[in-house]
């Protein structure tokens, strides 16, 4: 499915804001009164410079792909030149495509992008890897001041095998979400791999990115469910051996996976599976403060319960949840329900109260093993149950929250998230000095709110969501003071740069501090034997500083 | 604790054969009469050439680690110089210590490590890191013409941290198994890392080569318990982020994990712990064959059952368990009190039965749990219970069997194991090409058997053991051509070359084949990055053949 080209989703869908007049009174209370930001009308209002592909290496383009497959229209061009985060959603909607690729090839087959890699490197040509395009932290804009195509791949989208013995699937990368699930489904398995950008965001995307999925905390992330790989790169290509584990060396999957298109193109990869779970249960409990709820959710980590969705929010992000449910089906009913009395005598109140939606599934009996023992711990750590609407609510729109990105920019709200993860020792620590970090750089009428979304036994992730005002004339530097000031925040707390979105050319200023001068030294030699032209996505991921030279 | 010098495991023990008549008797009809086969009576007996260290050399390495902690005499060189495995049990038996190293250094510190690898560098002298010395793939024989030393990291054994919040603890990599779990059981955690090798191997070791224990189907095997390391190479070194997760990019730990000290020194880790088990709970079943003891395997598997233990043996290997054990004690005396006539009535034959041991552990409501879900599973495919007896024994024996080896050596038997692993639709094919291919390499007389001992949704490994008389004059080339056998039917059928011994010298030549181009390019890549001068462990693990040149 292709997305509106001007923001985040289906076209002509957005986000159906439930109790509208109260939302924008909070809106207006806490942020100031909301403006207008208008967007261009078309793509036609967009102007770009000519492609700068000479026209022989455009013909030779098409002999590799096809007439059909190559586009170097304005249109094409403008809408593959940015991903979807919220400097691309401002800079798309004023009609600014500062750095436009100069072509799109869409290959049909391993073997056209072969031939598209050999083609650019004859030719010092630069290509970006393009799968779904939602990247939200640069990852798929041109970066560099070379002649640049970008290599979509959507054509390279079957499911080539699916072995039911060993429970894994051979899979193209280009393939999206939905597609994918549906076919695995069909057969009786899952990838269990459910990012928020899952109906638009590819397999191929999502190894290249290390991405998350909302239940990855019982599947793991993507990284944990590539059995094997093949990797295209210039002048060759890589096939990893499909093998559950080894001792042979480095680990090549763990090599690629992560590598965000600067080695080569994920051409295709063979992915554990898990069976369709026969049931699902999904539960809504509320605890007296968030740092009550984090201890609950390591605890139930450490005892090795596997929760496929354990998403606890902090206290403010749980208040704007409360403001947000319309009745009768959200969460505001069922607290209605629940009665505020009742919880103010346990000992929660609503305005200081953190969320969990907590969810099970597989075998019938292993869900009801795993929630006799998870009670203990929530009651415990105080957690009250407020029934299964939460986690039905959830569920509803657990895709749609990105719609709401635009609702938002639309009245002049700056409104973007970012991610760590960090252990639990540091969790709370970390968690208090990123808001308050982002909260200083936007000033008193922002709104900075987080949750865990990912558990490990040792240590969870942390998603935060901020909103501001716009700064009129300079919506882009007022963003970048919040980035940056979380970038910041987390490379001292020697958190994760990223613990599912990536790092693109947004985090890239951080990743020589990140890795370290011995960290940087393996980069730079994995670049320079797969890509020592450097043409594929270049100005991504690699520290920008040069690693140290040898001593 | 240091092992004796010419075998396996501590001074004065031996392997108490529990049934020497019926066992030698065996012996005896499958694999002709044992003969003796003598062994040196000390060290006294082997001599060296000089250490190729020139004074100059040596006089560096005594200011960077001390006066004392360098040795370069004949007995220290010669213990050194020769691991664990079967070829090397044949040398030092004779007194051949081919290739010795030309001295060893004992540094206490991180520090002390990185100025050894500066010395060695300035020098062009080779460096090979030594844990505990238990390599059976010739992980530490020196190979290479250059003066080398080998690097003991004995002295850092220290656990420096706890970390009971995250579950996490940083330890020094020369600590050995019963070290380590004494510390991490006192603060009431488990690191669940229990290789063969456990009671003389280090955590530093255990990560160089991507260890495995006999609990790691439910603990993983150790690349997945590095939450972060320290890597020291010549001329820097490396800290990975202590974090639970990330998207930034490819991951260095697995990039240092395997790396079988060709990029540097393993120093420290932090290491992702577990809670010491509530209960531990092993039984046995015996299955009418091994196919159906594999497709119970692979259902608890892909049914998400989480055992510790889950060990099968084939039907060879089953009956040399039945011989092996005495009464009252062991397996015998169950099989025996259960009565052949039962068995013979559910379809089970001891001439040709498959025997499991399967633990579960944790929490008693889990273990219960996963008992019970276990079990119609077991019934399915026709496992018949034999009671908790097999699975005590062997917890007594488990790490009693390298003693045996060196007990049939004295008896002019050849006895070594192998290991692989391979996705769950080609297991049963692939454990009857090795079986077969061993046993055309050694001949009618021989006995090949194997088991399951590390379990995956998607695949699992095979641990082949095999046994034949001696031939003399030929002992190595006989080993050899079994070896051969064993490895290229191995990378025939796209297995791992290794599951969890490693690769070492022994299993190099067939790296280029296991790798491809693509991936030979990646490791020497890395190689150059961290060791251009290749100092570090020369001639182990990489390929042979030099990569394909950059087209």
Same mark, same amino acid.
């Given at each position: 499915m292709t997305m509106k080209w001007w923001g985040w989703g289906e076209e002509g869908r957005t986000f159906p804001v439930p109790n509208p007049e109260?939302?924008?009174?909070?809106?207006?209370?806490?942020?100031?009164?909301?403006?207008?930001?208008?967007?261009?009308?078309?793509?036609?209002?967009?102007?770009?410079?000519?492609?700068? &592909?000479?026209?022989?290496?455009?013909?030779? &383009?098409?002999?590799?792909?096809?007439?059909?497959?190559?586009? $170097?229209? $304005?249109?094409?061009?403008?809408?593959?030149?940015?991903? =979807?985060?919220?400097?691309?959603?401002v800079r798309i909607r004023r009609g600014e495509v500062p750095h436009p690729t100069d072509a799109v090839v869409w290959p049909q087959t391993e073997e056209e992008v072969a031939a598209v890699l050999a083609e650019a490197a004859r030719r010092g040509v630069a290509v970006i890897p393009f799968g779904g395009g939602t990247s939200v932290v640069g990852g798929v804009e041109p970066a560099t001041d070379r002649p640049t195509i970008t290599l979509h791949l959507q054509q390279l989208a079957r499911v080539l095998n699916v072995d039911p013995i060993s429970a894994t699937a051979t899979i193209e990368a280009g393939i999206l979400g939905p597609a994918l699930e549906t076919q695995l489904n069909a057969q009786g398995f899952t990838l269990g791999h459910f990012p928020q950008s899952f109906q638009f965001s590819s397999l /191929?995307?999502?190894?290249?990115?290390?991405?998350? /999925?909302? =239940?990855?905390?019982?599947?793991? =992330?993507?990284?944990?469910?590539?059995?094997?790989?093949?990797?295209?790169?210039?002048?060759?290509?890589?096939?990893?051996?499909?093998?559950?584990?080894?001792?042979? /060396?480095?680990?090549?999957?763990?090599?690629?996976?992560?590598?965000?298109?600067?080695?080569?193109?994920i051409t295709q990869a063979t992915m554990r599976l898990a069976p369709v779970p026969q049931r699902t249960e999904l539960r809504g409990y509320l605890f007296p403060a968030f740092p009550a709820g984090v201890e609950a959710a390591r605890e139930m980590m450490q005892r090795e319960l596997t929760p496929s969705v354990l998403r606890l929010s902090d206290e403010p992000e749980t208040a704007i949840n409360l403001v947000f449910r319309s009745a009768p089906h959200g969460l505001a009913a069922v607290?209605? =329900?629940? /009665?505020?009395?009742?919880?103010?005598?346990?000992?929660?109140?609503?305005?200081?109260?953190?969320?969990?939606?907590?969810?099970?599934?597989?075998?019938?009996?292993?869900?009801?093993?795993?929630?006799?023992?998870?009670?203990?711990i929530l009651r415990r750590w105080g957690g009250i149950s407020v029934g299964k609407s939460p986690g039905r609510a959830w569920e509803r729109s657990r895709y749609e929250a990105p719609y709401l990105r635009d609702v938002l920019l639309d009245h002049g709200i700056l409104a973007d998230t970012l991610e760590t993860a960090t252990t639990w020792d540091r969790y709370l620590a970390l968690h208090a000095a990123v808001r308050d970090a982002v909260a200083t750089a936007l000033g008193d009428r922002s709104l900075v709110m987080a949750h865990l979304s990912h558990s490990y036994p040792h240590g969870g992730s942390i998603y935060f969501t901020f909103l501001a005002r716009q700064e009129e004339g300079q919506e882009i530097q007022q963003w970048e003071r919040a980035k940056n000031a979380a970038c910041q925040t987390i490379i001292d707390s020697g958190a994760a740069l990223s613990h599912h979105h990536g790092i693109g050319s947004d985090h890239r200023p951080w990743m020589a501090a990140y890795l370290g001068p011995g960290g940087a030294r393996a980069m730079a030699a994995l670049k320079q034997a797969f890509d020592p032209q450097d043409i594929m996505n270049p100005g991504k991921l690699t520290p920008m500083e040069e690693p140290t030279p040898r001593a």
């Open positions: 109260r939302f924008w009174g909070l809106v207006a209370s806490r942020l100031g009164e909301p403006g207008v930001s208008p967007r261009i009308e078309s793509l036609d209002a967009i102007a770009l410079p000519p492609s700068r &592909l000479e026209g022989e290496t455009l013909a030779a &383009l098409r002999r590799a792909v096809g007439e059909d497959a190559v586009a $170097t229209d $304005t249109a094409q061009r403008a809408v593959y030149s940015l991903g =979807k985060g919220y400097r691309d959603a /191929g995307g999502w190894i290249a990115t290390r991405s998350g /999925g909302q =239940k990855s905390t019982l599947y793991g =992330k993507i990284e944990e469910r590539v059995q094997s790989l093949r990797l295209a790169f210039p002048g060759g290509a890589i096939a990893t051996r499909e093998v559950p584990a080894a001792a042979a /060396g480095p680990d090549l999957n763990q090599l690629i996976i992560g590598s965000e298109g600067i080695l080569g193109v607290i209605e =329900k629940a /009665g505020g009395w009742y919880l103010t005598r346990r000992g929660v109140s609503l305005d200081s109260a953190s969320l969990l939606i907590l969810g099970f599934e597989g075998e019938e009996a292993a869900v009801r093993s795993q929630w006799q023992r998870a009670k203990p």
